[in-house]
């Protein structure tokens, strides 16, 4: 169960636009990311390579953690918003809910839920 204090870390890191680096420091070796029903991404490696190429396609971008945060023992639910600013001057405002499986102070299964049209640029 992760603690307030790592929770806020984390939100911190993700929130600063270091997605790569909020990958390395909380999320165990052998982790799940998932999107939507999608098949999951698996391991540590795989999860700041995918941040990284969505860091680098953007030309900027904002993540905002939408409070209250849910927390019952092992399991956290936060609701994102992300807006992403595209080098072709469009946009793409998403929301989504990240429902995650903590093993100690390390994400273990993440799964995101979102709209996917809203990954249509605007």
Known sequence: MPTAETLKRFINRVESNA??????EF?????TMQEN???PRVGRAAHVAAEQAIMAGVK???STCVKP???NGDH???RWIFHFELP???AIHMEELAYQ???GEQIAEETFFYDPAQRTPK
């Open 60 to 62: 900027s971008m904002t």
């Open 101 to 103: 499986r903590w093993e």
């Open 69 to 71: 945060v849910f927390v």
């Open 19 to 24: 997605h790569d680096k909020a990958c390395e």
């Open 88 to 90: 072709n001057g469009m």
């Open 37 to 39: 029903q999608a098949p």
């Open 27 to 31: 999320y165990t070796e052998t982790s």
């Open 76 to 78: 956290v639910v936060i």
